[in-house]
């Protein structure tokens, strides 16, 4: 019995391997190379796959999805001669599984290879500055050469990146000094257009606070002056309604005497012509008033006695006759 359990149990683990080896589980975005016999039979794709025991056998395993593959600084010489060191990142993707297994060795090192040959025929062609301001159309380059000759590998080449371009150092010191000098340049520049803005700005509000403080002086002058204007009108109509005598003006002609004399500037007096007829009429009525107060200008009385005489001489007159 014993020699029969172990037959068995060799049969078992044998039925189990065949088992695993008959059914291959690829996953999603991958492909799997068979070959039978050491010869292509067909390639895997994503899912549950069925395959010859012990007859069929899996190459290789690629996976499908997009790659991403930086590569080392390369030295490139420009047209300039100079060396400048220039880092390369390649997007590609597997298309054809059976081309990029059996069309070349490894498509990666290939890449590499093509890509640091084709920088170099693309870079010996351009100088150091055209170099450093057309990253653009050496992707552009770089990418066209590398998907046509990778087409026929099963590789498509999506993008090329230039990570960094770096000159030699004695380059970068006179390019850093460039650079300096066209920021502080530029500095300047900018300096003097704010200084230059800064004064205009000025000068406009400067000008436009003397329009306002001038329009502002102009109202408040008019203002002023119809205020005036209005008040001598009110004073003239209150004086023409009151209807004053000679003896009233007169009076007021002497009140504004002492204003005019205040001040001790006043060296000067200029006497309106008004004021002498004022005076006039002001000393017939002191005159008047004098008549009927006993002992004032006895000139006065006796004039008036005078013509009381010849007054009483006219009236005798027609009774004489």
Not at 98 to 127: C, F, H, K, P
Not at 214 to 231: H, N, S, V
């Amino acid at each position: 019995m014993q020699p029969i359990i172990i037959v068995l149990i060799i049969l078992v683990v044998l039925v189990f391997i065949a088992l695993i080896k008959t059914i291959q589980v690829i996953p999603q975005a991958s492909a799997a190379i068979v070959e039978r016999f050491g010869r292509y039979t067909r390639t895997l794709n994503a899912g549950l796959n069925i395959v010859v025991p012990f007859i069929d056998s899996i190459r290789n395993r690629i996976d499908l999805r997009e790659q991403v593959v930086p590569f080392p600084p390369q030295p490139v010489i420009t047209q300039d001669n100079l060396v400048v060191n220039i880092d390369t990142v390649i997007y590609y993707q597997v298309t054809d599984a059976r081309a990029a297994t059996y069309e070349v060795a490894s498509y990666i090192q290939a890449i590499e290879q093509l890509t640091v040959t084709t920088l170099r025929n693309i870079i010996g062609g351009m100088d150091l500055e055209r170099t450093l301001t057309s990253r653009e159309e050496i992707n552009a380059a770089l990418r066209g050469v590398l998907d046509e000759a990778t087409g026929k590998w099963g590789i498509r080449v999506n993008r090329v990146e230039l990570k960094a371009i770096e000159p030699p150092t004695s380059i970068q010191d006179s390019m850093e000094k460039q650079m300096r000098a066209d920021r502080d340049k530029r500095a300047a520049i900018l300096q003097a257009e704010g200084v230059r803005q800064s004064e205009i700005l000025r000068a406009e509000g400067e000008k436009q606070s003397a329009i306002l403080r001038a329009e502002g002086e102009a109202k408040a002058a008019a203002l002023r002056a119809e205020g005036e204007a209005q008040a001598i009108r009110t004073v003239f109509e209150s004086i023409h309604a009151g209807d004053p005598d000679q003896k009233l003006l007169s009076y007021q002609y002497l009140q504004m005497l002492p204003k005019i004399a205040e001040g001790d500037a006043n060296k000067l007096w200029i006497v309106p012509s008004e004021i002498g007829d004022a005076l006039k009429g002001l000393s017939g009525a002191f005159g008047n008033l004098g008549g009927g107060m006993p002992g004032f200008n006895t000139g006065n009385q006796g004039n008036t006695g005078n013509q009381g005489n010849g007054a009483a001489e006219r009236r005798e007159s027609p009774t004489v006759d």
